[in-house]
């Protein structure tokens, strides 16, 4: 069963890590998060430590990491998504890997936004754990 886990970046002034793929086969030019496919024998964190550095060049302190998700709810396919959050104290400079052509640091507001409205359904999940309950 394939599982796949990301993380939501938060920096000191609130604003939220956006990157946008490049040419993903399926969700080119969409929102993403730092992360991706879990290797056998890793763990979620393991792999969220790992693909953070290799997508974006941020190194993650595990106690900077929260888990907010896990479940296949999401998935056509019942991959299992696993979703973390870091809130770290300064914002990271970010180096993107090919897999991604941009990143910004958004508002709220516009990350849930442009996470509802992507493709990938993982970003709709972002979205509705993330924001604010009702």
């Known amino acids: 069963m394939k599982q796949v886990a990301k993380v939501v970046i938060i920096d000191e002034d609130g604003k939220y890590l956006l990157m946008m793929r490049s040419d993903h086969p399926t969700f080119p030019n969409d929102p993403d998060l730092p992360g991706g ?10 792999a969220i430590l790992r693909e953070v550095i290799e997508e974006a060049g941020i190194v993650l302190k595990p106690d900077e990491v929260e888990h907010k998700y ?4 999401y998935s056509a396919h019942q991959t299992v998504y696993h979703l ?42 972002v979205a509705d754990v993330i924001g604010p309950k009702t």
């Open 37 to 46: 496919t879990i290797e056998v024998g890793e763990e979620p964190l393991q």
């Open 70 to 73: 896990t479940g296949s709810e």
């Open 84 to 125: 973390y959050v870091a809130h770290v104290k300064q914002r990271p400079k970010v180096k993107i890997s090919w897999e991604h052509a941009s990143y910004e640091w958004v508002s709220m507001t516009v990350f849930l936004k442009r996470t509802s409205q992507a493709k990938d359904t993982f970003m709709h999940m």
